[in-house]
């Protein structure tokens, strides 16, 4: 039976998110934990990881996902631009199981990734997809949101500087963000590998995409998931995803 959403409600507080096995302060972040990334962090494929890799990491709320899904060999960076929310995510990551696994880089990714000799097995970003100019509440918010600090051509060309030959980048976009990513990345010679269409609502169009590239030619899966019921009730296809990380009462 579908969780009532009423019950979801005290995961949420003011300053924060409350998962099963940590918390996420988000008080000094401009972008605070939301569905797009637990989708990515739920979701991304992590069965043949040695390290990872968080590009724009905000609170770190991603990177901590990743750590509880793999073993404790798995090593983590998180990568976040903005000092406030580079310093909120490290804080996160210290009062985290995994202090000893991710490390916090405050620092623009096209600095960082010309100066790492790492090579990553997975990569992921929750990246920025509004033009700039398009405001919204803060100017720490439109600059976490817009394409201005991190456009999708570079955040392309910093994943396959750091990617491995076999390795998978993965982000979560809106529908026609994505539609566009697909098309810049397979014209940079990226593999698309992992599609995963997103409703809000069952028998509605997909307003967020979950994608997974490769430098590696293979076949594409196809997946498509519906956050809530017709009823508004959560699917078990969701709750079935994020069963690990939501505290359902």
Not at 92 to 103: E, L, Y
């Amino acid at each position: 039976m579908s969780q009532d959403p009423s019950q979801l409600r005290p995961m949420l507080r003011k300053d924060g998110f409350t998962f099963k096995q940590f918390f996420v302060a988000h008080d000094r972040c401009a972008m605070k934990v939301g569905t797009d990334g637990v989708l990515l962090g739920a979701w991304a494929p992590v069965a043949n990881a040695r390290r990872i890799l968080d590009i724009g990491c905000g609170s770190g709320l991603i990177a901590l996902m990743l750590a509880q899904r793999t073993p404790e060999q798995v090593q983590l960076d998180a990568v976040e631009l903005d000092a406030s929310a580079a310093n909120q995510a490290d804080e996160n990551v210290q009062a985290s199981p995994w202090a000893d696994r991710i490390t916090v880089h405050q620092q623009d990714i096209v600095s960082w990734s010309e100066q790492c000799e790492k090579r990553y097995s997975l990569i992921v970003s929750n990246p920025p997809f509004f033009a700039p100019g398009t405001a919204s509440a803060s100017t720490e918010r439109d600059n976490a949101r817009s394409t201005a600090t991190l456009d999708h051509p570079t955040l392309l060309r910093c994943a396959a500087q750091l990617i491995e030959e076999e390795g998978l980048f993965c982000v979560v976009l809106p529908e026609e963000s994505g539609e566009k990513l697909i098309s810049l990345a397979l014209a940079e010679g990226w593999h698309l590998r992992y599609r995963y269409d997103v409703a809000a609502y069952a028998q509605r169009p997909p307003n967020r995409l979950v994608l997974g590239f490769s430098p590696t030619k293979g076949e594409t899966l196809l997946e498509r998931l519906a956050i809530r019921d017709e009823d508004k009730s959560y699917s078990a296809d969701w709750l079935s995803l994020v069963t690990d990380f939501y505290l359902f009462r």
